[in-house]
């Protein structure tokens, strides 16, 4: 038995060994794969930073072209102007050196009064003999001291810290997962962050091998989140958060693994009546299903009736839960779960067909009677719709019936507290409480449906809704009937 244990020892180890060899190999591929990545998103950077210096570059050199261009013209235009008033009083001055020539006192009085009124209008005595414009193009220089500093101080982006899960602060209810989390120190150049979660049956740590993907919520820009609409068909759910900034994502917190506690069950088509049609969670009457069928039916179970079958052996999870005896017969329409209710709370829910005739939803001690209907026997409870002929709504137990004047509600939840020996009925929209049977179960218990002309679907994997949990709380059943039936267990 020792030997036996260090080699039980030994093997787990070798396991354990071979995961991490597995995941170092997939790490060292990964770092590959990243680095080459990075150097790719470095080249483009680059790229993208000589892109915009070259179109900065060609846009301000345009602009010192403009300015060439607007200061030449100036100059120019003004030149034009010099030269035409030079060439002016170049005319003007030759005529009055002419003048000077003249004898005749009254001639030259005359050329001299022509000289001057030529002179007082000469465009040469109104132009400004200074450049409109400087020739200086300092105010077109550019300093690049400080961005060739901040070039040279240009590091790799920092890589965000692992985020740090809120443990106590992450809640698990209403088939709902928040979670909270914060930065180990204060980070300004945060983005948002990134979630993954995953199913597991296993407590502790994520293992490498044998578990579901990650599932990944992006984009997250608060501290907290919450997954909802979860169906939890497992027993536990590890979750772990990364802080990503502009370019670069850092390293995943450690994570961190919530019990996600529910009530998991199937219906057991080994239990079911001939004119069922059973799959996992859903169960339709069909009227020719056992025509036929039943001598042979009654053949098999004769010659098998003392060999376990298949679905009922000893060996399966849940044989304890089905019971090994025949199908349901004549009129009890009716089906069970697979799996039985022995202690806590647990609640689930049904949806009927709207055209649905008639349909009971309950639970009842195992084994029941081949020819028993729910709600008529001492070892079962439940409420009961009748939609043929006129509608009626009722709450049955050992063959008492308690007429339910609600209306009947598209979705039934039912909540069954084993230990406190309840069983309570719920509009599962509202949450409006129903009907309440209270006594001390003795024996375990199996979701039990009964349909006649219709279909039920079943929704399991669901927590104890919290306003389930508030009006469990209050007296006697506030805002729903407690059966009289209570006592007969």
Not at 225 to 254: H, I, P, W
Not at 408 to 429: E, H, K, M, T, W
């Amino acid at each position: 038995e020792t030997l036996q244990r260090i080699v039980s020892t030994l093997v787990n180890k070798n396991d354990e060994i071979h995961n991490f060899i597995d995941m170092l190999n997939h790490t060292i591929s990964n770092v590959q794969v990243n680095s080459s990545n990075a150097i790719s998103e470095l080249d483009e950077e680059f790229d993208g930073l000589y892109s915009v210096l070259h179109e900065m570059k060609g846009s301000m050199a345009n602009t010192i072209q403009q300015e060439e261009a607007r200061k030449i013209q100036a100059l120019e235009d003004q030149l034009s102007q010099c030269s035409r008033a030079l060439e002016s009083s170049e005319e003007l001055l030759e005529l009055a050196v002419q003048s000077l020539d003249i004898k005749n006192p009254v001639e030259l009085l005359e050329a001299a009064r022509q000289i001057k009124d030529s002179v007082t209008v000469a465009s040469a005595f109104r132009l400004s003999l200074k450049p409109k414009v400087s020739d200086s193009m300092t105010h077109m220089m550019v300093d690049f001291a400080l961005e060739k500093r901040m070039l040279q101080a240009v590091k790799f982006l920092p890589v965000p810290k692992a985020p740090e899960i809120d443990v106590a602060a992450c809640l698990v209810a209403d088939n709902c997962i928040t979670i909270s989390w914060r930065m180990p120190e204060e980070d300004s150049r945060i983005d948002h962050f990134v979630l993954e979660y995953r199913k597991t049956n296993f407590d502790g740590l994520p293992r490498l091998k044998g578990e579901q993907r990650w599932e990944l919520v992006d984009y997250i820009k608060a501290t907290q989140y919450t997954l909802s609409g979860l169906k939890f068909d497992t027993k536990y759910m590890n979750l772990r958060v990364q802080a990503c900034n502009k370019a670069v994502a850092g390293e995943y917190s450690d994570p961190v693994t919530l019990e996600t506690k529910a009530f998991v069950f199937s219906l057991d088509s080994t239990s079911s009546h001939l004119n069922l049609k059973v799959e996992d969670t859903y169960v339709e009457w069909d009227p020719t299903g056992g025509k036929g069928q039943e001598k042979i039916k009654g053949k098999e179970n004769k010659n098998r009736s003392n060999t376990a079958s298949p679905k009922r052996s000893t060996n399966s999870p849940r044989a304890s839960a089905r019971g090994g005896r025949d199908r349901f017969a004549g009129e009890s329409y009716t089906v069970l779960g697979d799996t039985a209710v022995e202690s806590g709370q647990h609640y689930w829910e049904v949806r009927a067909q709207k055209d649905c005739k008639s349909y009971s939803v309950g639970v009842t001690y195992r084994n029941p009677g081949k020819f028993d209907q729910l709600g008529k026997t001492n070892s079962s409870w439940c409420i009961h719709i009748n939609n043929w002929l006129q509608t009626t709504f009722s709450a049955k137990h050992n063959n008492k019936a308690k007429t339910l004047d609600i209306p009947v509600p598209d979705r039934i939840g039912v909540y069954c507290d084993f230990d406190g020996g309840q069983l309570s009925f719920y509009n599962a929209n509202s949450k409006a409480l129903l009907h309440t049977f209270r006594t001390k179960f003795t024996q375990p218990l199996l979701p039990g449906f009964m349909i006649w002309c219709g279909g039920l679907t079943v929704s399991t994997g669901l927590q104890v809704p919290s306003a389930v949990k508030t009006l469990q709380r209050s007296e006697n059943g506030l805002g729903g009937s407690t059966s009289s039936l209570n006592n007969v267990a």
